[in-house]
């Protein structure tokens, strides 16, 4: 079998565990025909075969956002609240408006070198199931989308989610659960502590946080097969998601059999990280979060909020990979625009957008660690990891391509970098 495209490139990463290195991929059907070193075999190349030189570019697995919320970003577009879920009905029923918001949407991503996301739909996701299952049938998609039922107006469906499970099956788009809030930002004492608040005596949350409901509802989950997942920003809420995930289905081995996620981690006890690990329970971070934020102003929130000798387990992701936790990145779209280059500034690099010492070095990752979270990681997180997220015969052909070696470029130069070519089932979606 002859390969329609190959991708010759002195900088293949797999996210297999294999350093980068120079060699080829091959695609052939929408899949990957061949991974290799050096230069492909002669047998591979056919009269139709496009052969595509990238030098010292990065060749690398399509990269997977598990926490976006495609509502929000076309309610600003269209000058809507996003916070006012009464108006999504409207805006996601109006086919003449979020048809081409939606083509826009995935163009944005695919340039990005985004290849599969995970949606946030609230309740029954406003009918917008119906085009999700209408594009799939005619091939219009160039995003793989899992999507997740977010309660807001009612309480979960589990019946909804049934249906949508059976419904969805196909190479695009499928059903991935249910996810929930719990406490808020730190920023306005939202976050659920440990310990009191260093400025607002006494205080550990001026939330009040049904955790009995939430515990009832992610178990009733479960019992029924679904994922779930959890937003958690302070070291009690992740805690107490994690006394909820103890009490949810264990394989023999201890670890969760859903596959249940904690969303954002904000600030964390490392004990509670450990706790993680042993479970499975994924972690869902933001690694650009840092680039919405100027450094003195976020430093001193911290001083402010919780003092600089609990800040130093802020953003702790390298005490997460650590612990065995399974790394995947989201980036709260529309808060944050998928941009991988950056997420190495911030998430290995620990940068602020305007440089100088980087915070909380003792908690970065490796780029290598980053970009396995991007692909692998975010595979496994919607459970599709047998078919996407690496790089090896046999998968679905969805790549990236970035400008330049990112594993070589300093972390404080990655933002230089961008997107250049984006496979999804080896059909080129985007091509700079």
């Given at each position: 079998m002859t390969a329609d495209i190959i991708l010759r490139s002195d900088c293949?990463?797999?996210?297999?565990?294999?350093?980068?290195?120079?060699?080829?991929?091959?695609?052939?059907?929408?899949?990957?025909?061949?991974?290799?070193?050096?230069?492909?075999?002669?047998?591979?190349?056919?009269?139709?075969?496009?052969?595509?030189?990238?030098?010292?570019?990065?060749?690398?697995?399509?990269?997977?956002?598990?926490?976006c919320f495609f509502t929000g970003w076309a309610a600003q577009r269209e000058s809507v609240d996003p916070e006012d879920v009464s108006n999504h009905p409207a805006l996601l029923g109006n086919r003449e408006k979020?048809?081409?918001?939606?083509?826009?949407?995935?163009?944005?991503?695919?340039?990005?070198?985004?290849?599969?996301?995970?949606?946030?739909?609230?309740?029954?996701?406003?009918?917008?199931?119906?085009?999700?299952?209408?594009?799939?049938?005619?091939?219009?998609?160039?995003?793989?989308?899992?999507?997740?039922?977010?309660?807001?107006?009612?309480?979960?469906?589990?019946?909804?989610?049934?249906?949508?499970q059976e419904r969805f099956r196909g190479a695009f788009v499928r059903f991935s659960g249910f996810n929930r809030m719990t406490d808020g930002s730190i920023s306005q004492l939202e976050g659920d502590l440990k310990q009191p608040y260093s400025c607002a005596g006494g205080t550990t949350c001026v939330l009040s946080i049904d955790w009995d409901a939430i515990a009832a509802e992610v178990r009733a989950a479960d019992k029924a097969g679904f994922r779930f997942s959890l937003h958690a920003q302070g070291d009690a809420a992740i805690a107490r998601v994690l006394d909820i995930y103890e009490t949810c289905r264990q394989d023999e081995s201890g670890r969760l059999v859903n596959r249940h996620a904690i969303t954002d981690l904000e600030f964390s006890d490392p004990a509670d990280l450990e706790r993680m690990g042993r479970l499975g329970a994924i972690a869902e971070i933001y690694p650009q979060i840092q680039s919405i934020a100027r450094r003195e102003e976020k430093l001193q929130m911290i001083r402010e909020k919780i003092g600089m000798e609990r800040g130093r387990y802020y953003w702790n992701r390298r005490k997460m990979a650590d612990s065995g936790v399974p790394l995947s990145c989201g980036t709260d779209l529309p808060l944050l625009l998928d941009d991988i280059p950056e997420s190495v500034y911030c998430a290995v690099g620990g940068y602020f957008p305007e440089g100088g010492e980087p915070f909380n070095r003792q908690n970065m990752l490796t780029t290598e660690e980053l970009m396995t979270a991007w692909t692998r990681g975010g595979a496994y997180a919607l459970m599709r990891e047998n078919e996407l997220g690496t790089l090896e015969n046999g998968k679905r052909a969805d790549i990236a391509v970035l400008s330049g070696n990112i594993f070589t470029t300093p972390a404080e130069d990655a933002r230089g970098l961008s997107a250049v070519l984006t496979l999804v089932d080896g059909r080129m979606v985007y091509r700079k």
């Open positions: 293949i990463f797999t996210a297999t565990g294999k350093a980068p290195f120079s060699g080829y991929v091959a695609v052939s059907g929408g899949h990957i025909l061949d991974v290799g070193y050096g230069a492909p075999p002669a047998w591979m190349n056919g009269p139709e075969t496009e052969t595509l030189e990238f030098g010292d570019k990065t060749v690398s697995p399509g990269f997977v956002d598990v926490h979020i048809e081409p918001l939606f083509r826009e949407y995935m163009a944005m991503l695919n340039a990005r070198g985004v290849t599969s996301v995970k949606e946030m739909g609230f309740d029954d996701f406003s009918g917008f199931t119906e085009l999700l299952d209408e594009w799939e049938r005619k091939d219009g998609l160039s995003l793989r989308v899992s999507f997740m039922s977010q309660p807001a107006g009612r309480p979960m469906d589990l019946a909804f989610g049934r249906a949508m």
